[in-house]
T-cell receptor, first 112, second 115 residues
């Protein structure tokens, strides 16, 4: 069974601070995605990383895929209250053919 | 609006009952996935359909079943409901048949409460 471990589980920070969320696995994934979920809504795709070592930037968010395609990180610069939500990483490929395997998520709260 | 429609948004029912959750995928998407989200288990994969055929199965209970119809909408049937089945049920769609390299589009979910 493929597992994705996210850390930390909870993150409470002040507006303007930087943060990093980690997503680790012992399995290799063909791609890894990051989603953001708000209360009462479904997860929304933020980014997909496919190539080992790939770095993608989305405004203040930077996503990195590990060289071995087993881990990923999400870095947010100068967090804002609007960044508050549940961040989920999800892996595709390997033995998870046809489905995404999700991490447990990181609940981020950014205080004004 | 993501383009994936789930109904109903909320459902409260008694133990032992049966319910049907409905999902209409985003226009053009042939794959439909069902996930269960609970506080302690996170998002757990239940089942995938592609163009009417079952493609992959997760840890879906025997009391649960699903199907995808010719118009591509899907239904998840949950029977002999137990308190532990209370959760958020999400449907997601993608244009891809196999490995969802480019991600899913999720609906806003059905919150099921079994009392």
């Amino acid at each position: 069974t493929q597992l994705l471990e996210q850390s930390p589980q909870f993150l409470s920070i002040q507006e303007g601070e930087n943060l990093t969320v980690y997503c680790n696995s012992s399995s290799v994934f063909s791609s890894l995605q990051w989603y953001r979920q708000e209360p009462g809504e479904g997860p929304v795709l933020l980014v997909t990383v496919v190539t080992g070592g790939e770095v993608k930037k989305l405004k203040r968010l930077t996503f990195q895929f590990g060289d071995a395609r087993k881990d990923s990180s999400l870095h947010i610069t100068a967090a804002q209250p609007g960044d508050t939500g549940l961040y989920l990483c999800a892996g595709a490929g390997g033995t998870s053919y046809g489905k995404l395997t999700f991490g447990q998520g990181t609940i981020l709260t950014v205080h004004p | 609006d993501s383009g994936v429609t789930q109904t109903p948004k909320h459902l409260i029912t008694a133990t032992g009952q049966r319910v049907t959750l409905r999902c209409s995928p985003r226009s053009g998407d042939l794959s439909v996935y069902w996930y269960q989200q609970s506080l302690d288990q996170g998002l757990q994969f239940l089942i995938q359909y592609y163009n009417g055929e079952e493609r992959a199965k997760g840890n879906i209970l025997e009391r649960f079943s699903a199907q995808q119809f010719p118009d591509l909408h899907s239904e998840l049937n949950l029977s002999s409901l137990e308190l532990g089945d209370s959760a958020l049920y999400f449907c997601a769609s993608s244009a891809e048949r196999g490995r969802p390299v480019y991600g899913y589009t999720f609906g806003s979910g059905t919150r099921l409460t079994v009392v």
